[in-house]
C-alpha cells in the first residue's frame, strides 16, 4: 500500500534566539496546545537548483509521548506537522 505524506499547518511557540525561530517549545493542533520535551532529531534540506526552499526539520517528543516530525519553512515563517497516510490521524486521547 502506497503511503503519502500530509502537511497541516499549525502554530508553533519557539524559542528565538539570534537566528530568529530556532526551535520548538510547543506547536497548537485541532484546538489543543502540545508541550515539546525534547528534540530528538533536527535537519535541513533544500530543494535543487538554488535557489530554492530551505526546509527545516525537527523530529520532537511530546509530553504525552508521542514523537512527531514538525517541519519550517523560514522564507514564508510557517510550520507544518508531518504524517504518512494511511497512518491514523494524530489524536488527541
Not at 503511503?3 to 539570534?18: D, N, P, T
Not at 532529531?41 to 526539520?57: H, K, M, N, T
Amino acid at each position: 500500500m502506497k503511503k503519502e505524506w500530509i502537511l497541516e499547518s499549525i502554530e508553533v511557540e519557539c524559542y528565538s534566539g539570534y537566528k530568529g525561530e530556532e526551535s520548538p517549545r510547543a506547536f497548537f493542533y485541532q484546538g489543543r496546545r502540545f508541550a515539546i520535551l525534547e528534540i530528538l532529531d533536527r535537519w535541513y534540506e533544500e530543494g535543487r537548483p538554488p535557489p530554492a526552499l530551505r526546509y527545516e526539520y525537527f523530529k520532537v517528543k511530546t509530553a504525552e509521548e508521542k514523537i512527531l516530525l514538525l517541519r519550517y519553512i523560514p522564507a514564508d515563517q510557517t510550520w507544518e506537522l508531518c504524517r504518512i497516510v494511511p497512518a491514523p490521524r494524530f489524536s488527541n486521547h
